[in-house]
């Protein structure tokens, strides 16, 4: 009965709910404006006279800098908690856009997208302070949901956008937006009702290290300002634990330390993910990543190439699949339920449909064959991106939840270098060669999948592992 009564968490009234629905918001806010911009930068850095080689060294500054920064802001969010590590996130960002609502150069140009590149990492916090808020469970469902309105804002910001660029200095108008926009979110996030929330956590190790140690219902996990702060109880239950001191030392550390014990502490964490064993998972979603982005590298070209589609038609294609995309992300909920939560079958699944509907669309003999192949691409990239996500924090452990959502950002980063380099190669063969090359690469990722699940249980943890939270 004790064990019953240490296990169950309380919250306050509504309190959790308001903080997942306002990071709904903030999430569809966020890529709201970022997406006003991201069609923009190439037109406006070639019209501040930039050479085509100039263009693209200055765009690969934003990716160049996230690779670095995804997984140190991540750790240090985990640190000093999510509340400031994301208004920080969001303040800066916010300063980013502003300057570059002001570039009239090529330099001030590249200056406002060091901010950005550094800092625009408050999604990957979101999704970390949501991991935070909800049970193990409840996981899938909730990162669904925010990934779906985060879509709905990426397909909606460019409509916009191209409005406002319509516009004498349209670029600009939509810069301060954007940065507005982010000012806002900013707002939002430090009115959240932080005190009030108590985590609801009932995952299997820590019912189990609860129930060793907590001689009563006063077991409760807090959150404050978005970092973890542990009861009396549970700080028993801890230090009964191999590896605990480090975890309470992590907990303690807060934005007030000296700035060299959170390097520290940030230093821990990033070891700690380095040196564990999740390189299969990591491994498979570089794969998929790149496999993804072959897909949709040279759509365009392809379809006209291929099928002489006009640019016109193949702009619907693309926001239809975008679309379905958004609305795939309410699917993950019932399908990981329809799967028991094995979320290690449901990736192996989604990974061998993506793998085949990738194939479908590089052998595709007619549009309508194309059309059939992207509107089930949408659904299992999006269910495949929860699954990676969810086993990594599983595995993984929450205490390090942003540090290991930071890493996984990090090696999509990595895509993002690698993909455009090898479609490039692959259509000097054919037009076909971008997806085909994908195909290979999502077989990989299948054939290792194959190999590594015998190895987990049934929740995503490496038999005889030592995890992030030990």
């Given at each position: 009965m004790n064990n019953q009564k240490c296990s169950t968490l309380y919250q306050e009234p509504g309190g959790r709910t308001r903080i997942i629905q306002c990071i709904y918001v903030v999430g569809f806010m966020d890529l709201f404006g970022v997406s006003m911009i991201i069609p923009l930068l190439s037109h406006h850095v070639k019209a501040l006279g930039a050479s085509p080689t100039v263009a693209g060294i200055v765009g690969s500054t934003y990716g160049i800098l996230q690779l670095f920064s995804s997984t140190i802001v991540g750790s240090w969010s985990d640190v000093v908690g999510r509340r400031y590590s994301l208004l920080t996130c969001l303040l800066l960002s916010a300063l980013g856009y502003g300057l570059l609502g002001m570039s009239s150069s090529i330099a001030l140009f590249v200056l406002a997208r060091i901010p950005v590149g550094l800092f625009k990492h408050s999604l990957s916090i979101c999704r970390a302070l949501l991991s935070d808020l909800v049970s193990e469970a409840e996981r899938p469902l909730v990162m669904g949901h925010f990934n779906a309105a985060s879509s709905v804002g990426f397909i909606l910001g460019p409509v916009v956008g191209g409005y406002l660029t319509e516009h004498e200095g349209g670029f600009y108008t939509s810069s301060f937006t954007c940065a507005v926009i982010f000012l806002a979110n900013a707002g939002l996030v430090w009115m959240l009702p932080w005190s009030e929330t108590l985590i609801h956590r009932n995952d299997t190790n820590s019912n189990n290290a609860t129930s060793k140690s907590c001689p009563d219902n006063n077991c409760r996990k807090s959150v404050h300002n978005g970092s973890h702060a542990n009861s009396h109880c549970q700080v028993l239950s801890a230090e009964s634990e191999p590896g605990s001191r480090d975890r309470l030392r992590w907990r303690e550390v807060s934005l007030r330390q000296p700035a060299w014990r959170q390097l520290s502490s940030v230093g821990s964490k990033i070891h700690?993910?380095?040196?564990?064993?999740?390189?299969?998972?990591?491994?498979?979603?570089?794969?998929?990543?790149?496999?993804?982005?072959?897909?949709?590298?040279?759509?365009?070209?392809?379809?006209?190439?291929?099928?002489?589609?006009?640019?016109?038609?193949?702009?619907?294609?693309?926001?239809?699949?975008?679309?379905?995309?958004?609305?795939?992300?309410?699917?993950?909920?019932?399908?990981?339920?329809?799967?028991?939560?094995?979320?290690?079958?449901?990736?192996?699944?989604?990974?061998?449909?993506?793998?085949?509907?990738?194939?479908?669309?590089?052998?595709?003999?007619?549009?309508?064959?194309?059309?059939?192949?992207?509107?089930?691409?949408?659904?299992?990239?999006?269910?495949?991106?929860?699954?990676?996500?969810?086993?990594?924090?599983?595995?993984?452990?929450?205490?390090?939840?942003?540090?290991?959502?930071?890493?996984?950002?990090?090696?999509?980063?990595?895509?993002?270098?690698?993909?455009?380099?090898?479609?490039?190669?692959?259509?000097?063969?054919?037009?076909?060669?971008?997806?085909?090359?994908?195909?290979?690469?999502?077989?990989?990722?299948?054939?290792?999948?194959?190999?590594?699940?015998?190895?987990?249980d049934g929740r995503g943890m490496t038999k005889k592992s030592q995890t992030l939270s030990n």
């Open positions: 700690m993910v380095a040196s564990s064993d999740m390189w299969d998972l990591f491994l498979v979603r570089l794969l998929m990543a790149i496999a993804i982005m072959l897909y949709y590298s040279n759509f365009s070209l392809a379809m006209e190439e291929r099928f002489s589609l006009k640019p016109k038609v193949t702009g619907y294609l693309i926001s239809y699949s975008s679309t379905l995309g958004a609305l795939a992300g309410f699917l993950v909920g019932p399908v990981t339920q329809l799967y028991g939560n094995n979320m290690p079958a449901l990736l192996l699944h989604s990974t061998i449909l993506t793998c085949l509907l990738i194939f479908l669309y590089a052998a595709a003999p007619s549009v309508s064959q194309v059309l059939v192949s992207s509107t089930f691409f949408a659904i299992s990239t999006s269910i495949g991106r929860t699954c990676i996500t969810d086993l990594e924090l599983q595995r993984g452990g929450v205490q390090a939840s942003g540090t290991l959502i930071g890493a996984g950002q990090s090696v999509t980063a990595v895509g993002r270098v690698l993909a455009p380099l090898l479609s490039g190669l692959a259509q000097e063969f054919s037009p076909c060669g971008p997806p085909s090359l994908g195909v290979v690469l999502a077989l990989a990722a299948v054939g290792l999948l194959l190999i590594r699940i015998p190895k987990w």
